[in-house]
């Protein structure tokens, strides 16, 4: 059993940065694979980055490549979302996960993963 949690997240004007952590329980997190997923009013919830247990490998939604960074520390048990020239249509509730999955695409999915934290706000002003 894992447990995450995410650090609040905040109000932020279009342009900023904002840096988002989720804190996980037990002894195996190098095990996980780690991602991040946002979800907007009325919209599903959507991938947006997720790191291998070793760090060396990440994914990211074309929507924000070049613009967020996830990374992860193992020592702490802690990943982390950078992210910097944010835009409006970033609002969202932003949530970390846990995958046990070592299927290749798995982990880019809502179903690929078996833990989840409880949630941020984060919000861009225009």
């Known amino acids: 059993q894992v447990q995450l949690v995410e650090s609040r997240g905040g109000l932020v004007q279009a342009g900023g940065s904002l840096r988002l952590s989720c804190a996980a329980s037990?002894?195996?997190?190098?095990?996980?694979?780690m991602g991040w997923f946002r979800q907007a009013p009325g919209k599903e919830r959507e991938f947006v980055a997720a790191?291998?247990?070793?760090?060396?490998?990440?994914y990211y939604a074309d929507s924000v490549k070049g613009r967020f960074t996830i990374s992860r520390d193992n020592a702490k048990n802690t990943v982390y979302l950078q992210m910097n020239s944010l835009k409006p249509e970033d609002t969202a509730i932003y949530y970390c996960?846990?995958?046990?999955?070592?299927?290749?695409?798995?982990?880019?999915?809502?179903?690929?993963?078996?833990?989840w934290g409880q949630g941020t706000q984060v919000t861009v002003s225009s």
């Open positions: 790191i291998m247990g070793s760090g060396d490998t990440t």
């Open positions: 996960g846990a995958s046990t999955s070592t299927l290749y695409g798995r982990y880019l999915s809502v179903d690929g993963y078996d833990y």
């Open positions: 037990g002894r195996t997190f190098s095990s996980y694979v």
